[in-house]
């Protein structure tokens, strides 16, 4: 987008000065005796010291005054937010929402942290293993305040509203069909634009990666090229007021006050970093002779587990593209999945359930429920004349999938009252074309 730079590439070694400064990044060492400038130089770690070269990950930040300047932490109301499972009772039933409720900012405003509402998940932030699906629903911009997640990664959907955010690493304006990570204890801040909607993959334990194309070759799904990390951007501000740092930890929110802007690094080098990616990007795989392929073909980003091949999370995404299998039913499958399925809809129509399934809202299959196409889509596609077609055209879906067996929060069953208690009923007029006296044809 016009007005933000950005450098390209996914886990590079990336180094950016702000071009007020020039020279502040040090020459051959990390923490010189005195810095340029007058900096404090400061190391922000995602992973242990001793993880393989591959897997390690830090940045070092040069800033004008060091992060640990603030007064104590004291716990703050979490709202809708909560890595509490036990809420309420089990339910394996299909689940699907209408879109969630945005506020009216004539009614209240609400910032991003203050719009964050958990509908699911799984784990423990303690043990470093498990996951939470948040959705975020705002009006206002964030002011003097900034958040900060200890537990883990925050994986962004904008479905509605471009945000603009603002991290110790420079600036990231994120529209819809972009997406956005913000990894541990990276802090930032969310300006809005209007009423702004979206949905957040958060996961505990472990760092999202592209995944392995195996038989696929060098090239394809998401490219490393087209993922976007910001340049360096400060701002030397006191605010006499008190400036807010949120900070969630162990599934609680904490804030504390310090006295000036937390973005206040004039330069810094490193490979862990925010970074942004457009989902238009994405190089579709698809089958071009028969059969569906299976969704992993879809996958942007994995967090994998310690077993081969298992992931925490999936993030999968429906894009645009060729459908031209022949001798075969061409939507999606109907499945029962030991993984948990939970899918939202940025824009467009979902080809499975062309009706009921809105943008802003999402639905959740959870581990082996019986999930598949509704009974229009059954009947139209199996008597369909298969021509080469585009499919989801002018549509972006996508799923979060987990190995996770996730539970739905208060909120998410009861609270929020966007529950689809209907959604079952898609299914009812499915209906038997069983005929015992079928005789293959003669070729």
Excluded at 151 to 165: A, C, E, R, S
Excluded at 277 to 290: D, G, H, K, P, S
Excluded at 368 to 397: I, Y
Excluded at 404 to 422: E, N, R
Aim: aromatic share 12%; net charge neutral.
């Amino acid at each position: 987008m016009a007005g933000f730079k950005y450098m390209s590439g996914f886990g590079n070694e990336f180094s950016s000065e702000d071009p007020r400064c020039p020279g502040s990044l040090p020459e051959g060492q990390n923490n010189p005796q005195v810095c340029p400038y007058g900096l404090y130089a400061e190391q922000l770690s995602g992973s242990a010291f001793t993880c393989p070269r591959p897997a390690n990950k830090r940045s070092w930040l040069y800033r004008i005054l060091p992060s640990v300047k603030h007064k104590p932490f004291t716990a703050v109301p979490c709202g809708n937010l909560t890595e509490n499972w036990n809420e309420v009772e089990p339910d394996p039933n299909q689940l699907r929402w209408l879109p969630f409720t945005i506020p009216k900012s004539t009614e209240k405003k609400v910032d991003f942290v203050a719009g964050l509402h958990t509908v699911c998940g799984a784990g423990d932030a303690k043990s470093r293993n498990g996951i939470g699906i948040h959705v975020y629903a705002c009006n206002t911009s964030m002011v003097d305040r900034c958040f900060n997640n200890s537990d883990g990664d925050f994986l962004i959907v904008p479905q509605q509203g471009k945000i603009l955010i603002t991290t110790e690493f420079g600036k990231i304006m994120v529209e819809p069909n972009e997406i956005c990570v913000l990894q541990q204890g990276m802090r930032f801040s969310v300006d809005v634009f209007g009423e702004t909607r979206g949905y957040i993959l958060e996961v505990y334990g472990a760092h999202f990666e592209l995944p392995d194309l195996g038989p696929i070759g060098a090239n394809g799904l998401a490219n490393p090229r087209d993922f976007l990390c910001p340049v360096a951007w400060y701002e030397d501000r006191t605010v006499a007021t008190g400036y807010t740092v949120i900070n969630k930890y162990q599934g609680k929110l904490f804030s504390c006050q310090q006295g000036f802007s937390p973005f206040n690094v004039v330069a810094w080098h490193g490979n862990y970093t925010p970074y942004k990616y457009n989902l238009e990007n994405f190089m579709v795989i698809n089958a071009v002779a028969f059969d569906h392929a299976d969704p992993s073909i879809f996958t942007v980003l994995t967090a994998k587990s310690t077993r081969p091949g298992v992931a925490i999370a999936d993030f999968v995404i429906f894009p645009p593209r060729w459908g031209v299998a022949d001798r075969t039913f061409r939507p999606p499958y109907y499945h029962r999945n030991c993984m948990s399925e939970f899918m939202g809809l940025i824009k467009g129509h979902y080809e499975a359930k062309e009706e009921g399934f809105q943008p802003g809202g999402a639905s959740l299959h959870s581990a082996m429920t019986p999930h598949g196409p509704d009974a229009e889509c059954f009947e139209k596609n199996s008597a369909a004349e298969l021509q080469p077609e585009r499919v989801a055209e002018g549509t972006m879906a996508f799923m979060f999938e987990s190995s996770f067996s996730m539970a739905v929060t208060k909120w998410g069953l009861q609270t929020c009252q966007k529950l689809d208690k209907s959604y079952y009923q898609c299914w009812e007029s499915l209906r038997s074309h069983f005929n015992p006296n079928w005789k293959p044809s003669k070729k």
